[in-house]
């Protein structure tokens, strides 16, 4: 599986923008790109996957380069229930296995 | 959208005593079911995939006699940590992949599994 590379922590602070980086220098072409997330204690929750073109949905969008080598994963207005542990994954086809990565601990100040 | 549910939320329980967790999909049926432990502060790590009618496929590392999964039905997959002990104390997630038109994996809330 082609491994993803994120940040450890971000901070942001509430009601701004937040972009959460993701290098996947060796995806394939049929490598889909997923978020997830998970708050402390809880099972991962989707946020938003794409393949080439960028994603919008009511919880965030997906912006992929071009050359589908990176992504970013932007929230519009964080708030403090978005404090969690972000995940980037890239999966192979539909239904393939998950492999989570260490993850981007996103932290949100009032 | 689709949801797993899974059973106990947490458990206590002594060394060697076996413990069953559950997952069922609620709405859909699922076919497939991943299975992860996650320990504190670390990310989730994919320990065997379930099939419906089919043996689980295990990760490398991981004992199969020790982890016993079960997906008796499309809608319901289990796993049972046989002979527990204290290193098996962990947060246990299971995943559905997506079907009937969701997109994403669905998740079950987690086992958080104490042995002592």
């Known amino acids: 599986d082609a491994k993803t590379t994120q940040p450890n922590s971000m901070e942001s602070n509430e009601e701004e923008p937040v972009h959460l980086p993701c290098n996947h220098s060796?995806?394939?072409?049929?490598?889909?790109i997923h978020w997830y997330r998970q708050l402390p204690s809880q099972g991962p929750e989707y946020v938003i996957h794409?393949?080439?073109s960028n994603v919008n949905n009511r919880m965030a969008s997906l912006a992929i380069a071009e050359d589908r080598k990176s992504s970013t994963l932007i929230l519009h207005r964080a708030t403090l229930r978005d404090a969690a542990v972000y995940y980037c994954i890239l999966i192979y086809g539909q239904g393939g296995k998950l492999i989570f990565g260490q993850g981007t601990e996103l932290s949100v100040k009032p | 959208g689709a949801v797993v549910s899974q059973h106990p939320s947490w458990v206590i329980c002594k060394s060697g005593t076996s413990v069953k967790i559950e997952c069922r999909s609620l709405?859909?049926?699922?076919?497939?079911m991943f299975w992860y432990r996650q320990f504190p502060k670390q990310s989730l790590m994919l320990m065997a995939t379930?099939?419906?009618?089919?043996?689980?496929?295990?990760e490398q590392g991981v004992e199969k006699d020790k982890f016993l999964i079960n997906h008796a039905s499309l809608t319901l997959s289990t796993l049972t940590v046989t002979s527990a002990h204290p290193e098996d104390s962990s947060f246990y997630i299971c995943?559905?992949?997506?079907?009937?038109?969701?997109?994403?994996?669905?998740f079950g809330s987690g086992t958080r599994l104490t042995v002592v």
């Open positions: 060796t995806i394939s072409g049929t490598d889909y």
């Open positions: 379930s099939n419906e009618g089919s043996k689980a496929t295990y």
């Open positions: 995943s559905a992949p997506p079907g009937g038109g969701w997109a994403g994996y669905t």
């Open positions: 709405d859909f049926q699922a076919t497939t």
């Open positions: 794409g393949l080439t």
